[in-house]
């Protein structure tokens, strides 16, 4: 049976205003995204692979079309929902492991779960304890994150991005500032994340990561190009 | 944990979080320093008033200002007497005279005259003798803090006050006179001093009975003695303030120099504090994507705004009263009731969240998107 997507994007579409007129940056596309697999999206430079992401992530609403998480279509969603969405479902690892420099691992990775206040339940910490330790940190639990390495950076990173227990990881470029070595470490795990049952989309034009994918999507001036298409379905094109 | 992470990253930054927190010692201290001078000048106008020991005084008409009373008839004492819960009345002649210092230099001072054996309106404060040197016909007292104004006289040392003879019986200490070295003799002293009869003095000074009302005695004065400017003691210190505060520059120069302080002060904890939040911009757009609504943000400055202003208002205080300490002996005229403290560190927290104001604004503003790239 086809498990039910955790996103759907519906003839999404945006537009940005220069100033003296409207420029199509992403044209109407359609993505369903599923459990236990890992997308990547690539494409060159201004193909639209971060305004996807920061759609797909409910940061920026589409000019047009739905964004569904369950049944429940998001993309007019008010900020205050999106932020508590994106807290419930969705876990990040940015391109420079984007930590505060002040915390330390344990802050960092605990921050994701306090973000919108309230004590840190004892489940989060048990997650982001198992995490770091999964991820060979357990050590650096009251490390500074600024005497850290950039691999090192990156599973704190990973590790704060599973606190909530999300069902999607959204990864924006997450290996481009590391070593081959880091490199492998990161992609190994996020693949194990999706092969535990996770969704893991990850943006990246760095064709050395596209064999990690469950599913390849290539976008091209603001239009999906080629998609391997989901392991879901026995169609690739009905996303397309 | 959000106030904690909010601490460690305000000061994450140190060279900006402790300019934020000079600006706030800053205000603390710049304005609580000309406040105490300001407290301790107004002080000194009102100075013979507030020790006097009376509830009410009785001075020449129009009257607004205590170190510039005219003479009334010292007859006008037995009308006063006679009322019903007046206890005593007793007649001061306040005087300026010029001093000369044993090195032969002169010196303007102001001079009281009380009138033995009561010497109602007499100094409250000995560090040597007490109010009872004054029966002694040619005694004069001295501040400790005018000393070296003085000249340095001790104790049975003789000097002269407009070529009269008088000796030094009691050093008084914190009474200082706003017109001049505020010095006490007795009554007939100060007519010799001045070259007044004895038919005349400059206020009676009324004491009354236990559970009798200042306020309501005054306006029963009023009606007894028309031509007289009849007030409560802290009247009369209010009016003699006010008198002073409008007829000279102090109040507008106080002014000036605490608004500056505080402007100061102000504009450094705006600027750090934008600059802390400037960058700090990509942590917090992280924290936007991580789930944070504009609120959750705002909170994290408004807790680091608070950190500052208490971390600020606290080593301010502590220089504020290392400087009052320091000052309490000197010459330097300081004095701050206590209620200025917390309304000081109120208006202090205030500009510290209106500093942070710019910083906030810039907070919110943050866009999520800007986390990635």
Known sequence: MRPAPVIQLQRVARDFHDGRQNRRVLFPLDLSVHRSELTIISGPSGSGKTTLLTIMALIQRPSQGRVLIGEQDVAGATEDLRATLRLRHFGFVFQNAALIPALSVAENALMAAAVQGGAVTAAARRRAQEALDTLGMADFWDINVSKLSGGQKQRVAIARALVNDPELILCDEPTSALDVESSAIVLKTLKRLSTEGRAVILVTHDPRVFPYADRLVQLVDGRIATDTGTKHTTDASADA | ?373
């Open chain 2, 1 to 373: 944990m959000r106030r904690a992470a909010a601490l460690k990253m305000l000061f994450h930054d140190r060279a900006t979080a402790l300019g934020s927190v000079a600006g706030v010692i800053a205000i603390v201290f710049l304005v609580g320093q000309q406040l105490a001078i300001f407290f301790g000048l107004t002080g000194f106008m009102s100075s013979i008033a507030d020790t006097s020991g009376a509830d009410a005084w009785v001075l020449a008409r129009n009257t607004e200002n205590i170190n510039a009373a005219g003479s009334i008839p010292l007859s006008w004492r037995d009308r006063v007497a006679g009322v019903d819960g007046v206890a005593w009345v007793e007649p001061v002649v306040i005087t300026a005279g010029q001093l000369r210092r044993r090195d032969g230099n002169t010196i303007g001072v102001q001079v009281v005259g009380c009138n033995p054996p009561r010497l109602a309106g007499g100094p409250n404060r000995f560090a040597q003798g007490s109010i009872a040197d004054l029966l002694d016909p040619e005694a004069v007292t001295v501040d400790k803090l005018e000393l070296p104004e003085l000249g340095y006289p001790g104790v049975g040392d003789a000097l002269e006050i407009n070529g009269k003879r008088v000796r030094v019986a009691a050093v008084t200490t914190g009474l200082r006179g706003f017109g001049g070295t505020l010095l006490y003799c007795s009554i007939a002293k100060a007519r010799e001093i001045a070259g007044s009869g004895g038919d005349r003095c400059t206020a009676l000074l009324i004491g009354l009975s236990p559970g009798r009302d200042a306020v309501g005695m005054v306006a029963l004065l009023r009606g007894i003695l028309p031509r007289a400017e009849v007030f409560a003691t802290a009247d009369l210190s209010r009016s003699t303030k006010l008198y002073y505060l409008k007829n000279s520059g102090i109040g507008t120069s106080f002014g000036f120099t605490t608004l500056i302080a505080a402007l100061v002060g102000l504009v450094i904890i705006a600027l750090t504090m934008y600059t802390n939040v400037i960058s700090k911009s990509q942590d917090y757009a992280m924290l936007r994507v991580l789930g944070a609504r504009r609120r959750d943000v705002l909170y994290i400055v408004f807790l680091q705004s608070l950190y500052i202003a208490a971390i600020g208002i606290l080593l301010g205080f502590l220089l504020l009263a290392g400087f009052l300490s320091g000052t309490r002996e000197s010459a330097l005229p300081v004095s701050l009731p206590w209620l200025v403290g917390p309304a000081l560190a109120a208006a202090t927290l205030l500009l510290c969240l209106l500093g942070s104001l710019l910083a906030m604004r810039r907070a919110v503003k943050i866009e999520p998107a800007s986390a990635f790239r």
